[in-house]
């Protein structure tokens, strides 16, 4: 299979998202996570002169990175620096009341993830940050640090599905009476003893994915821009969202089936009373997944899941 992509960041779900998504050509349309481009790319490919792109970004590095790919798109392309949380503002500044199609692919970047300086990943020693947006305050260093030990339990509980979360939250706390927690490395070593001695995934899979969802609330910013994505639909508009492990998807399937629900009583009366008019529905009632050899040739889409909903 053709690999699309770069060395910034390979997408996922490539055409699928697109043959879904771009369905009018003259239309306006916004990419919630621009990376390394290729989907707003592909977008820009599809449309016409009249049509219209609006990529956004927290990380400069990404927008610096796409300005030298995406230029020759002209005025077909505008792009914005900032957290999609803000989608609102940002469809605001650029003049747009309602757009045809938004994508918000939830990943983070192959660039930031393989950035040693960046400190995302368990497998390069290096300061702990896992900021998306480097100019925000709070990183992992001081959420290691000065987070209780009750708080680091839940967190990696509920956003790592740690099992161990308990006891590595113990550790760390035990151990930073000592010293700060400086290093990517010093934090895996923590989390190993917590660990069996044969596990079959790396032990720190789980809590680095914690640490990075509370750090840039992750999860908080997804619900908050799916209502306003869909707000900013116009009919026959779609919303597409990809998403990379279970706590994201449960929350984008939640919210797609809210929205997609006329009726919203309580359940047990005899009829309805709310008056609920239907405005959007499911496109794709079960997510759409990599086909094999896509997985074969790109490891990190093999938990990427896309689902689709549609404003009518």
Same mark, same amino acid.
Request: charged content about 30%.
């Given at each position: 299979?053709?690999?699309?992509?770069?060395?910034?960041?390979?997408?996922?779900?490539?055409?699928?998202?697109?043959?879904?998504?771009?369905?009018?050509?003259?239309?306006?349309?916004?990419?919630?996570?621009?990376?390394?481009?290729?989907?707003?790319?592909?977008?820009?490919?599809?449309?016409?002169?009249?049509?219209?792109?609006?990529?956004?970004?927290?990380?400069?590095?990404?927008?610096?990175?796409?300005?030298?790919?995406?230029?020759?798109?002209?005025?077909?392309?505008?792009?914005?620096?900032?957290?999609?949380?803000?989608?609102? @503002? =940002?469809?605001?500044? +650029?003049?747009?009341? $309602?757009?045809? %199609?938004? &994508?918000?692919? !939830?990943?983070?970047? *192959?660039?930031?993830?393989?950035?040693?300086?960046?400190?995302?990943?368990?497998?390069?020693?290096?300061?702990?940050?896992?900021?998306?947006?480097?100019?925000?305050?709070?990183?992992?260093?001081?959420?290691?640090?000065?987070?209780?030990?009750?708080?680091?339990?839940?967190?990696?509980?509920?956003?790592?599905?740690?099992?161990?979360?308990?006891?590595?939250?113990?550790?760390?706390?035990?151990?930073?009476?000592?010293?700060?927690?400086?290093?990517?490395?010093?934090?895996?070593?923590?989390?190993?003893?917590?660990?069996?001695?044969?596990?079959?995934?790396?032990?720190?899979?789980?809590?680095?994915?914690?640490?990075?969802?509370?750090?840039?609330?992750?999860?908080?910013?997804?619900?908050? @821009? =799916?209502?306003?994505? +869909?707000?900013?639909? $116009?009919?026959? %508009?779609? &919303?597409?969202? !990809?998403?990379?492990? *279970?706590?994201?998807?449960?929350?984008?399937?939640?919210?797609?089936?809210?929205?997609?629900?006329?009726?919203?009583?309580?359940?047990?009366?005899?009829?309805?009373?709310?008056?609920?008019?239907?405005?959007?529905?499911?496109?794709?009632?079960?997510?759409?997944?990599?086909?094999?050899?896509?997985?074969?040739?790109?490891?990190?889409?093999?938990?990427?899941?896309?689902?689709?909903?549609?404003?009518?």
């Amino acid at each position: 299979m053709e690999i699309i992509g770069n060395d910034y960041h390979v997408p996922v779900l490539y055409y699928e998202t697109l043959d879904n998504l771009v369905l009018n050509p003259d239309g306006i349309y916004i990419d919630c996570t621009l990376g390394g481009g290729s989907h707003s790319e592909g977008i820009l490919q599809r449309l016409s002169y009249k049509g219209m792109l609006i990529s956004i970004d927290q990380d400069i590095n990404a927008i610096e990175y796409c300005k030298k790919r995406l230029e020759k798109y002209g005025r077909k392309w505008k792009v914005f620096n900032g957290n999609f949380e803000t989608i609102d @503002t =940002i469809a605001y500044m +650029a003049a747009v009341d $309602k757009v045809d %199609g938004i &994508l918000m692919d !939830i990943g983070v970047s *192959s660039k930031q993830l393989d950035d040693p300086e960046r400190g995302f990943s368990y497998r390069y020693d290096t300061k702990l940050d896992m900021r998306m947006n480097q100019n925000q305050k709070i990183s992992a260093y001081e959420l290691v640090n000065t987070y209780s030990e009750e708080k680091l339990t839940k967190i990696l509980f509920e956003y790592g599905e740690e099992r161990f979360a308990k006891k590595i939250a113990k550790l760390i706390c035990e151990k930073r009476k000592e010293k700060n927690i400086e290093s990517t490395f010093e934090l895996v070593e923590l989390i190993k003893r917590a660990y069996p001695e044969r596990a079959s995934k790396h032990p720190a899979k789980k809590t680095f994915q914690a640490i990075r969802i509370e750090v840039n609330r992750e999860l908080e910013v997804l619900d908050t @821009t =799916i209502d306003k994505a +869909a707000n900013l639909l $116009k009919k026959g %508009g779609r &919303l597409a969202v !990809i998403t990379f492990h *279970s706590l994201e998807d449960r929350m984008v399937k939640n919210k797609f089936k809210d929205l997609a629900t006329v009726c919203k009583c309580p359940e047990g009366l005899p009829i309805c009373v709310c008056g609920g008019v239907e405005k959007f529905k499911l496109v794709t009632k079960k997510p759409i997944i990599p086909v094999e050899d896509e997985i074969k040739s790109n490891n990190r889409s093999h938990s990427s899941k896309l689902r689709i909903i549609e404003r009518i």
